[in-house]
């Protein structure tokens, strides 16, 4: 207790509480494991009694199968059996070791039991069959045996077969009546069959009859003899069945006993557990009051008797005797509000006679301040006349004012006001003053404007500034603009607000005539090209956010400009008011029609759910701008019809942003057009994609050819059996800056047709001419090829542009340039390229065609193209030395080339076994890798001058 008294209030308390809860604590925890135990014990329970109600089941079944020999119930009885041996096999927690090996060997006894009284009962029923059948067999032998004629004559063997008939049915009836085949009544009457059938053996007809009737009555002596054995076999099997049954139901008597004895125990068990919960529970219970009680009492000596005494203390100081002290000796809380309420007490009788003293000294400074107010006071209402006067002045000025000026309180009503203010709201100054602010805002804003005025008023927001819609004692509307700012006494009080509304209405109209101009069409009414983007950029975001699809429709009117020719601009716009208006009705509610400019509009159809979703509104669209209308023309008035073309594509199929949707709808537009008017077109993102690889392929080329990356590499060309050599065939290639060298196949496709493969092509010419000015310079003469694309070719202004090439490089003689024409390529049109290279030709310049054979027409360029050489295809020349077929090719060249007057030249020459064989067949120029590589300008002289021709050529 001592300790306790040590400890501090919150300490004493939370030590109780812990107490209590660690009691209560235990209790729960043995209630429930209480709870669990007795629940098992109660499962335990439930399993013995569903064995013993198994036992019950098969002992009933097991009567069943012996009364009436059911087969379902001898199944049903071995069906339990098994489902009986399983629960004892699993009741490992209720039976001992020896209980469950008991009754697992009552079960098996049961069953091996069982099992051999099905078997006796099969064998009996087979006997009792057999006996059956015998006794009828016997009773037509029987009948058959006396109606003959010489048993007839025979008395005694007569009266024998009817003695043995009347002693069958006897035995019949014994067995009936008295199953066991112990009974004296069963017993004599087999004891007489056996005596009546040595009889009947020993009978005149037996021994000395016919031969037939003998055999008759020896089959009715050996059937009787097999009926007697069945009949004592099925008699026997009978007292077995006897004892099996005693056997089973003494087992069952067992296993019951042995099952009811568990069932006893594990109540008994269940029965001590509860009464140990019960004792546990109680002691718990009684440790807990003795524990509330004791704790109870040591609270009540730590804090009541401390607290009485200091509140007994605290009465006398109120009473005024300021000596009184608190006397309590424990250390905690209490202990410390007790020390501190006794030195409270000191310092509060010292004060005591401080305050009289400076009560005196207050005395005296009253009189002085009371003199000060006075004055004070005189002064205040001087400058109170004043104020009037200023305040008089600022009423006066704010009437003045063309706009409202106004004062609202604390609470929202308005305490100040000017005239203009009366003049613009329509109601008297006396209703104005008092009335809440908000009643003079739109009624549908009054509870917002209130919320933000008080926001106002509690410094949110320092100042309002904003166009309002104002109501005026006639119910009329009217747009105000309004400024209000919080307003703070001297001391920084708030008192208000302060208003000031200018009427705005008249601006407010002039806005939205701008807004008009600004955002529609002014001769249509529809939306123009600004109002138009937001529309479709709001629409683009609603599209997203409910996962559908939007049209983006270009239409351009077909023969507008026609129309304004013939008739005039009045009967132009005519014609675009009414097709506008006719168009825009076909839309449905949500989609925009807008017109751009000119003839053209756009259609954004939104809440698509597929693409073929809109195409029932652009049918519509084309039909109503192919609809006929009459308009005011120069002539008159007169029916005018134009049609529509119309370039669509489908958000998000092309994920473009507004403008990439614009921009794409228009080409498709065009499209549209070329195919014919009066028509739509879908816009196709693989189309543009390829036009956009295009267009950056062409980029890159343009770069490459300005920051030079671009280089020739020369092929020389020789003559394999003089070892002269001709010529170079000048190819480009591409100093990439992060692929390296790149052959002319990895970017020139992407180039083709397009205009930046024709600055290439000058280029090369270019290049080559300077290369070859360079050569001359060091006295190396080396005529150069170069390859030309079938579009540059036919350009109109190619001629021009090479005579210009070559005026720039005037030592240069043009019957050294030779260019080569890809055989492969497509000559549209072959008279303009023939004429082309004949102006060529007289320029000096000579053609071949390159890669011969592998092209279109062979035989037509030949013919009509002027061209000096032809160069067989490497492909042909590769092979021919194991393919006849190429060798007969590279035979044909060269024949073609002999009957039209060409010079022939090989390509692909790859070893002197490929020289041999054109050398063999008339073909003597050449180039290839057999001779040499493609190599960089500077190495050509070195190698013109080291380069000897294989002997095997020459011979």
């Known amino acids: 207790m001592h300790l306790f008294n040590q400890l501090k209030l919150r300490q004493k308390v939370g030590l109780s509480f812990g107490v209590l809860m660690a009691l209560m604590i235990a209790n729960a925890v043995v209630v429930a494991l209480a709870t669990w135990s007795v629940s098992q014990q109660m499962g335990h329970q439930k399993m013995m009694t569903n064995v013993l109600a198994e036992v019950s089941q098969v002992r009933l079944l097991a009567s069943r199968f012996v009364n009436n020999h059911s087969r379902d119930a001898a199944q049903q009885v071995f069906q339990i059996l098994s489902t009986t041996r399983d629960q004892v096999e699993r009741a490992d927690a209720v039976l001992t070791a020896d209980q469950r090996q008991s009754m697992l060997s009552l079960l098996d006894d049961f069953k091996l039991n069982f099992q051999k009284y099905v078997v006796e009962i099969d064998q009996k029923a087979a006997l009792e069959s057999r006996a059956s059948a015998l006794g009828k067999y016997m009773a037509l032998q029987l009948q058959e045996a006396q109606d003959q004629t010489f048993i007839r004559a025979h008395p005694d063997t007569l009266r024998a ?95 019951k006993v042995a099952v009811q004895q568990v069932e006893l125990s594990v109540a008994q068990v269940m029965h001590n557990r509860i009464t140990q919960v019960v004792v546990v529970v109680l002691a718990i219970f009684v440790v807990s009051v003795f524990s509330a009680w004791a704790l109870t009492r040591s609270l009540r000596r730590a804090i009541l008797q401390p ?192 208003g000031v509304i200018a009427d705005i209405t008249a601006q407010r109209e002039h806005q939205q005539q701008l807004e008009s101009i600004a955002h529609f069409d002014a001769l249509t009414g529809l939306p123009n090209r600004l109002l138009l983007a937001d529309r479709l950029q709001q629409a683009l975001i609603q599209c997203q956010r409910k996962n559908n699809m939007l049209a ?143 267009h950056e392929s062409q980029e890159r080329m343009r770069s490459a050819l300005i920051q030079n990356e671009l280089v020739l590499y020369y092929q020389p060309k020789v003559n394999m059996r003089t070892g002269q050599v001709t010529g170079a065939e000048a190819l480009i290639r591409w100093a990439h800056p992060q692929h390296g060298l790149l052959a002319p196949a990895a970017f020139l496709p992407t180039i083709e047709d397009l205009p930046v493969s024709i600055e290439v092509g000058e280029w090369v010419i270019a290049s080559a001419l300077a290369q070859m000015s360079a050569w001359q310079a060091m006295g190396l003469h080396l005529p150069v090829s170069v390859n030309i694309s079938a579009y540059q070719l036919q350009q109109s202004r190619f001629a021009i542009r090479l005579n210009e090439l070559l005026a720039t490089y005037a030592d240069v003689h043009p019957s050294w340039i030779q260019l080569e024409v890809l055989e492969t390529s497509a000559l549209e049109d072959m008279g303009k390229v023939g004429q082309v290279m004949r102006d060529c030709h007289a320029m000096g310049v000579h053609f071949a065609l390159d890669d011969f054979g592998t092209g279109y027409s062979s035989l037509t360029y030949l013919k009509r193209l002027p061209a000096s050489t032809l160069k067989i295809d490497q492909s042909f020349v590769r092979d021919m030395l194991d393919d006849p077929g190429d060798l007969a090719i590279v035979n044909g060249v060269v024949g073609l080339a002999r009957s039209f007057s060409r010079e022939v030249i090989a390509e692909g020459v790859e070893t002197c076994l490929h020289g041999e064989k054109l050398l063999s067949i008339g073909c003597e120029l050449a180039q290839g890798y057999g001779i040499a590589r493609p190599m960089p300008a500077h190495q050509i002289p070195e190698w013109v001058a080291n380069w000897h021709q294989e002997a095997r050529w020459s011979a």
């Open 161 to 255: 077969l009817n003695v043995l008939e009347f002693q069958l049915m006897t035995l019949q009836w014994a067995a009936n009546i008295r199953p066991a085949m112990g009974s004296p009544a069963v017993v004599d009457a087999a004891a007489d069959i056996h005596q009546t059938l040595a009889t009947l053996r020993n009978s005149s007809t037996f021994t000395n009859g016919h031969q037939r009737d003998g055999l008759l009555l020896f089959r009715i002596e050996r059937d009787a003899l097999d009926y007697l054995a069945s009949f004592e076999n099925s008699q026997r099997y009978q007292r077995l069945n006897a004892s099996t049954e005693n056997t089973l139901f003494r087992i069952s008597d067992e296993f």
């Open 307 to 498: 607290v009485q005494a200091l509140v007994g203390a605290t009465h006398e100081i109120a009473n005024g005797n300021l000596q009184a002290r608190a006397h309590i000796e424990v250390d905690d809380e209490v202990g410390e509000l007790s020390r501190s309420f006794n030195q409270m007490a000191c310092n509060l009788a010292e004060s005591r006679v401080e305050l009289l003293d400076k009560q005196d000294a207050l005395q005296r400074a009253q009189d002085s301040l009371e003199q000060r107010i006075q004055e004070r006071t005189e002064q205040l209402v001087a400058a109170n006349h004043a104020l009037a006067a200023r305040e008089l002045l600022v009423n006066q000025i704010m009437d003045t004012a063309p706009i409202s000026v106004f004062l609202v309180d604390m609470t929202g009503r308005i305490t100040q006001a000017n005239s203009s203010m009366v003049e613009m709201f329509g109601y008297p100054m006396d209703t104005l003053i008092g009335m809440e602010y908000v009643a003079l805002v739109d009624p549908t804003e009054i509870e917002m404007r209130r919320q933000k005025m008080l926001a106002l008023m509690n410094s949110e927001i320092s100042i309002v500034d904003l166009d309002r819609k104002f109501l005026r004692a006639n119910g009329e509307e009217f747009w105000a603009h309004l400024t209000g700012k919080l307003i703070s006494g001297v001391a920084g009080e708030k008192l208000g607000l302060v």
């Open 552 to 694: 983006v429709a270009y239409l351009d009117l077909d023969g507008f400009k026609a129309v304004n020719d013939s008739h005039g601009h009045e009967a132009g716009d005519d014609l675009l008011v009414a097709l506008s208006r006719r168009m825009k009705e076909c839309l449905r509610e949500g989609d925009t029609l807008a017109r751009i400019g000119g003839d053209e509009f756009v259609a954004v159809l939104v809440d698509l759910q597929s693409i073929d979703d809109c195409q029932p509104l652009l049918q519509r669209l084309l039909h109503a701008a192919c609809s006929q209308v009459t308009s005011n023309t120069r002539a008159g008035p007169k029916e005018l019809k134009v049609s529509a073309s119309i370039g669509v594509t489908v958000f998000p199929r092309d994920p473009s942003d507004a403008d990439g949707l614009m921009r794409h709808a228009d080409q498709a537009m065009y499209v549209a057009k070329q195919s014919g008017k009066n028509a739509y077109h879908l816009f196709d993102m693989a189309h543009d994609e390829a036009i956009k690889t295009q």
